[in-house]
């Protein structure tokens, strides 16, 4: 149960429209809170701030919310200035990344600056505001560069080498740097291969399902021997607005997952059994990512009360349930609910 002053907080999300914030926001609203969404919604050709609100509403089955969409852009020092010394948040999530990292890879010197440049935008902006307490960086799993051993805790060696995980790095030190130094109240969130409904079509889950409803074929890559720690979206949701309200969990870093690695063969295997007469391809990939596994979520489990529940198999179930439906709506919003 949230706590009553839990109602009365402002929460800033940057890069509320994207897959994570828009699933966080909805959370947040749907349970009373007040929400203000900084994105640059460029994502989509589709969905505007205005589109978005109207989505939201439709969404949220609490009564009493109250959401607002600011359009703007963290390389943009004078906006996001000017939204938080507006709305004096007392919590703010930063979500807004470059954050699919084949095109961090090719785009480099984007993926820095928006990354990089623009954590030390919105935490130079939040020194106009006095109502801060407590400010939340999502990072990432890729930080830990390839995995030494598993499952992964909080203190594995932090030596990325993909672009991606350099950049989300030095997003948590700009983060731990300033909060010490001004005396906010920090939590560093480590996800990894997170998945569900709204993520973006090129995501390995969203793909393949994508694939096999369309193609009636999955492409499996390298035998499908990489090993990720599949976590959905609505557990990462759920430990979010845990470690919202919780002090436990002030100037920690944890990770979040659903602590259980599992093969992408046997992802492709769980996708082809839900789709009939689905077939897999082998092919050889020449993109290499950091080689992962299992995040150790017993500093997640302590501090927050919270344990995972859905496992990959529920989770697909989910997603293609979903997706199905959202392919068999004439509804232009929903058609393109893929967000980033």
Known sequence: MLPDTFFMKTILITGGAGFIGSHLAEAILKVGGRVIVFDNFDYSRFIGPNDYNEFIRSQCSAQSYQCHCIKGDINDKSMIQEAISTWQPDIIVHLAAIADSVFALQFPEMCQQVNVCGVKNVLDACKQCSTLEKFVFVSSSYVYGDFLYDPVDELHPLRPQHIYGITKREGERLTEEFCERYGVAYTIVRPTAVY??????????????????????????????????????????????????????????????????????????????????????????????????????????????????????????????????????NDSLVTTMYRG
């Open 196 to 329: 569900g409904f709204g993520s973006r079509e090129n995501r390995v889950c969203s793909k393949m399902i994508n694939d096999a409803l369309t193609d009636r074929r999955i492409i499996l890559y390298n035998g499908g021997n990489d090993r990720l720690d599949f976590t959905h979206i609505d557990d990462l949701i759920n430990a979010c607005m845990t470690l919202l309200t919780r002090d436990s969990v002030e100037n920690e870093i944890v990770n979040i997952s659903r602590g259980c690695v599992r093969y992408i063969s046997e992802l492709a295997e769980i996708v082809r059994m839900r789709i009939p007469d689905t077939h897999i391809v082998h092919a050889t990939g020449d993109f290499k990512r950091p080689k992962r596994g299992e995040l150790d979520i017993s500093k997640m489990q302590r501090l927050l009360h919270f344990t995972p529940r859905i496992d990959l198999e529920e989770g697909i179930e989910m997603l293609i349930n979903e997706i199905e439906h959202m392919r068999g709506t």
